[in-house]
């Protein structure tokens, strides 16, 4: 188990290297990314919940890729699996659990807590049944996986909405439609093998183009419940939840272009960089959106 983490620590080290960085050159990018995440929380702890839940969640999303959980079970034993994922999952989530004690978001630091033994959990007891019927359509691949291998989490969200609606508690679906829109969009990370890609009959933009509205269908249907228990709080509030859909939308739109500008090779640290850095300081879409798109048409030439 001292291995698998000492190997875990090469892996990162020579994501970074790279790059084109030296490791101590991105270790130092780390702290002042994550200095300015703490400096926003403290001038906008509105965003808190967002900027934290998102972070963590794409990061245990990411570990419980399939093929990774199991080629951990197949050299570990079960104890040393369960210690092994709790410990990754604990890691992710211990940098942001000062930021949220901090700004005294109780609930979030107990969500985030929740969520990486829920992922803990999932880890060891993967549920893929094939035969689980979805609201999306085959094609739409990712929401399809996400759905059969979450939607216990899902029930569990639109449960806890609506709990707090009764209650009045007006933070907590805020938060839970954040969760929702991005573990929804940690199904991108999903790489399609290249004759998947290969085999559609449209142009590299017209891939994309349908990608995006597949994708934005798909996610306005598993956030729609969230939203319209929203509009029990009163029209202001389904206003804020309408605004917060849109930019789970935008984002979306955001994770898809950066996925096929990669392709096929995973979205890497520099991307996930960027999507942060854009998150955090939105009017930089207008830029993003354009070089993206650019770089995924152009890459996808190759295929189509």
């Known amino acids: 188990m001292k291995y698998y983490f000492q190997l875990q620590y090469q892996v990162f080290r020579r994501q970074i290297e790279d790059i084109g960085l030296p490791f101590l050159v991105g270790l130092l990018l780390f702290g002042l990314l994550y200095i300015l995440l703490f400096a926003i929380t403290i001038r906008a702890p509105q965003y808190t919940p967002w900027l934290l839940g998102y972070v963590s969640i794409s990061l245990l999303y990411k570990l419980t890729n399939p093929n990774r959980v199991d080629f951990l079970k197949n050299i570990f034993t079960r ?46 007891r993967r549920v893929e049944i094939r035969s689980t019927p979805t609201p999306f359509r085959s094609s739409a691949f990712e929401f399809v996986i996400f759905f059969r291998r979450l939607w216990l989490l899902l029930l569990i969200g639109y449960a806890l909405a609506c709990i707090s609606i009764y209650y009045g508690n007006i933070n907590l679906p805020f938060v839970l439609l954040g969760i929702v829109m991005l573990m929804a969009l940690g199904a991108y990370d999903i790489i399609e093998d290249e004759y998947i890609v290969w085999n559609n009959a449209r142009s590299a933009s017209g891939f994309i183009k349908n990608k995006i509205h597949m994708g934005c269908v798909q996610l306005s249907i598993i956030v729609m419940p969230l939203v319209l228990l929203l509009l029990l709080f009163g029209t202001s509030m389904f206003f804020w939840a309408i605004l917060s859909w849109i930019s ?27 999507c942060v850095i854009i998150v955090m300081m939105p009017l930089l879409v207008v830029v993003a959106y354009p070089y993206y798109y650019k770089k995924a048409v152009q890459n996808l030439e190759k295929y189509l």
């Open 79 to 124: 104890q040393k699996f369960l210690i092994t994922r709790c410990g990754e999952n604990i890691a992710c989530i211990s940098p942001f659990i000062p930021i949220a004690i901090y700004g005294r978001e109780w609930l979030l630091t107990i969500l985030l807590i929740t969520l990486s033994l829920i992922f803990t959990v999932i880890s060891v």
């Open 248 to 274: 789970g939308l935008l984002l979306l739109i955001l994770v898809v272009l950066m996925k096929y500008a990669a392709y096929p090779r995973p979205v890497g640290i520099t991307e996930a960089i960027a």
